[in-house]
């Protein structure tokens, strides 16, 4: 059972993920052992977990959401051969159908492209956009590109504010 002050504890490193002893044994006004003593007792009750996400953006990387829309006289089954093809670039990382209202239909994806960023991300989708609309021919080859550049902030922060 966590207790009033294991929640300020917890509440404190939420707040900020990467903060050492010293500064949580500020934050909390008590001594760095104290706090030092309070994490550790934490993760022994399994009330507070540590786990590794790489910063993409230190990497120079960015991860940047997509979305190929197509009109709805497409077959879901062309839709899923297009969806198919795209998995096979190395640069999408999560691909996902979905219908995008009663016309169209949507392949969402995640890419994660090197250094150069936006223009990468610019020049794939533009060459994809080129081959999707010789597989469902002149007539169906409206294809249009969004795009949304992640913003990563540190896990505990307010992620909810970057999606």
């Not at 903060?19 to 909390?28: C, F, M, N, R, S």
């Not at 940047?64 to 297009?82: D, H, N, P, R």
């Not at 640069?91 to 890419?111: D, P």
């Amino acid at each position: 059972m966590v207790i009033e002050m294991e929640k300020e504890t917890i509440e404190a490193i939420m707040k900020q993920p990467n903060i050492t002893d010293a500064e949580l044994a500020k934050v909390l006004g008590i001594s760095r052992s104290g706090a030092a003593k309070r994490r550790k007792n934490l993760v022994a009750k399994n009330a507070l977990q540590f786990f590794a996400a790489p910063d993409l953006g230190r990497l120079s990387h960015d991860l940047m959401s997509g979305l190929f829309g197509f009109s709805a006289a497409i077959a879901y089954k062309t839709v899923e051969k297009l969806a198919k093809k795209l998995l096979k670039d190395r640069n999408f990382l999560v691909l996902w159908i979905r219908r995008t209202g009663a016309n169209n239909w949507g392949i969402e994806f995640l890419y994660c492209a090197a250094t150069a960023g936006k223009e990468d991300f610019d020049r794939t989708t533009e060459n994809w956009r080129g081959v999707l609309a010789k597989e469902v021919g002149p007539e169906l080859s409206r294809i249009d590109v969004g795009s949304r550049t992640f913003v990563f902030r540190m896990l505990g922060r307010d992620i909810n504010s970057s999606f």
